[in-house]
T-cell receptor, first 113, second 117 residues
Framework: QQQVKQSPQSLIVQKGGISIINCAYE??????FPWYQQFPGKGPALLIAIRPDVSEKKEGRFTISFNKSAKQFSLHIMDSQPGDSATYFCAASMKQGAQKLVFGQGTRLTINP | DTGVSQNPRHKITKRGQNVTFRCDPISEHNRLYWYRQTLGQGPEFLTY????????KSRLLSDRFSAERPKGSFSTLEIQRTEQGDSAMYLC???????????????FGPGTRLTVL
C-alpha cells in the first residue's frame, strides 16, 4: 500500500521558473512532512519540513504548501537554478513510535539553462 | 565532517556471500534508522534503534538480515547468503531526541551501494 503518492515523476523547468511538486497522503496520523533532495550517488538531504498546524513554510527559495483537509502538500522552488537539478522526495511520519519516514516515489527535476 | 558516515561506499559481492555495512551516526543522536533504496524509488524503512535497543523491524527485513547497535553508537547491518534482489543502496539516518522531546528530523548518510552478481 503506497501511503504517500508523489507527482509528477519527472519535471523540466526553465531557469528562473517555478518548480512545483505535489504529494498526497492517506494516513491521517502523519504529522510531519519533510522534503528531501538527492543527487546521484548521494544520500537524501533534508530541504524543508512542515507540521500540519501551519499551511505554509518558506525557507529561501523553497516553500511548502500544506492542505490538511485535502491531505496534500507541495514543494515550490522559486527562481529555479540548474544546480537545483536533482531528485526530490516527499515523505511523512507519525509522532508516535519509530517515526519512520514513508517516502513518495520521487520526482526527477531538470532545470534547463 | 560531523555528518552521518557509512562504510563501505560500494560493495560488489557474489550471490551467497555475506556482507556487513557500518553506519556512524551524528554524535549524540540516539536514534538510528536503516533504509533501502532501489533504483528510481524512494527509500524504504528497514529497522530502527533507540540507543542500543532495536525497537522496530520492517517486514522487508528477512531472516537473512540482521542489524546491531551494540553500544548505542555505530550500527552494523549484515546480510547473509546474499541474493541478486538484495542489490540496492542501503542508507543510514540518525535523529536526535532529548528526554521527552522528540525531533522528527532524520539526517542521512551517503549510503552503501550493494551489487550482488
Amino acid at each position: 500500500q503506497q501511503q504517500v503518492k508523489q507527482s509528477p515523476q519527472s519535471l523540466i523547468v526553465q531557469k528562473g521558473g517555478i518548480s512545483i511538486i505535489n504529494c498526497a497522503y492517506e494516513n491521517t496520523a502523519f504529522d510531519y512532512f519533510p522534503w528531501y533532495q538527492q543527487f546521484p550517488g548521494k544520500g537524501p538531504a533534508l530541504l524543508i519540513a512542515i507540521r500540519p498546524d501551519v499551511s505554509e513554510k518558506k525557507e529561501g527559495r523553497f516553500t511548502i504548501s500544506f492542505n490538511k483537509s485535502a491531505k496534500q502538500f507541495s514543494l515550490h522552488i522559486m527562481d529555479s537554478q540548474p544546480g537545483d537539478s536533482a531528485t526530490y522526495f516527499c515523505a511523512a511520519s507519525m509522532k508516535q513510535g519509530a517515526q519512520k519516514l514513508v517516502f513518495g516515489q520521487g520526482t526527477r527535476l531538470t532545470i534547463n539553462p | 565532517d560531523t555528518g552521518v558516515s557509512q562504510n563501505p561506499r560500494h560493495k560488489i559481492t557474489k550471490r551467497g556471500q555475506n556482507v556487513t555495512f557500518r553506519c556512524d551516526p551524528i554524535s549524540e543522536h540516539n536514534r538510528l534508522y536503516w533504509y533501502r533504496q532501489t533504483l528510481g524509488q524512494g527509500p524504504e524503512f528497514l529497522t530502527y534503534f533507540q540507543n542500543e535497543a532495536q525497537l522496530e523491524k520492517s517486514r522487508l527485513l528477512s531472516d537473512r538480515f540482521s542489524a546491531e547497535r551494540p553500544k548505542g553508537s555505530f550500527s552494523t547491518l549484515e546480510i547473509q547468503r546474499t541474493e541478486q534482489g538484495d542489490s540496492a543502496m542501503y542508507l543510514c539516518a540518525s535523529s536526535p531526541a532529548w528526554g521527552q522531546e522528540i525531533n522528527n528530523e532524520q539526517f542521512f548518510g551517503p549510503g552503501t551501494r550493494l551489487t550482488v552478481l
